[in-house]
């Protein structure tokens, strides 16, 4: 047994140790935001919060998690996130999603990277390519996502 502690809820499941957080939030707790893309930790689609860092939940196992928070697109873009409803409303002003399959990764990338920057902190491109460069969108909406993620830094100022 494990006890995860998601969006601010305690969970107890029933899992390998092993198993990659990933398949606990989709299979255990039915938290399907969270993606399967590629399985490797190369697409970024898995992209979740761990005690507020972007990590890859398709390899990173529940026993790493235990005892600490993690964070889902189910909260990260809940009304009261402030980062995560500036980055949702800039994602839709700036009609980013076309599959839509990455941008739940793509927006926990997105939100812990405004997170991590100094209060006012207007991001360059290349700053904001940088924090995003882990993220595949098969579609290739990167100047949207760049454009969104600087329009949400401006709302955040």
């Not at 990764?105 to 997170?115: D, E, H, V």
């Not at 924090?131 to 949207?144: E, F, L, V």
Request: with cysteine; charged share 15%.
């Amino acid at each position: 047994m494990s006890t995860l502690n998601v969006n601010g809820r305690k969970h107890t499941i029933d899992v390998d140790p092993g198993t990659p957080i990933l398949w606990a939030l989709r299979d255990s707790l039915g938290m399907t935001g969270t993606k399967f893309g590629c399985g490797a930790a190369l697409c970024g689609a898995c992209t979740v919060h761990l005690d507020g860092q972007a990590i890859r939940s398709c390899i990173t196992p529940v026993s790493a998690a235990e005892g600490k928070t993690i964070v889902t697109i189910e909260a990260a873009t809940a009304g009261s996130d402030r980062v995560g409803s500036a980055v949702h409303a800039a994602w839709v002003k700036h009609d980013v999603a076309q599959c839509g399959y990455c941008q739940s990764g793509q927006i926990m990338s997105a939100t812990a990277f405004l997170k991590s920057l100094p209060r006012g902190k207007q991001p360059s491109a290349a700053e904001i390519d940088a924090a995003m460069a882990g993220n595949i969108c098969r579609c290739g909406t990167y100047s949207r996502i760049r454009a969104a993620v600087a329009d949400a830094a401006k709302a955040l100022a």
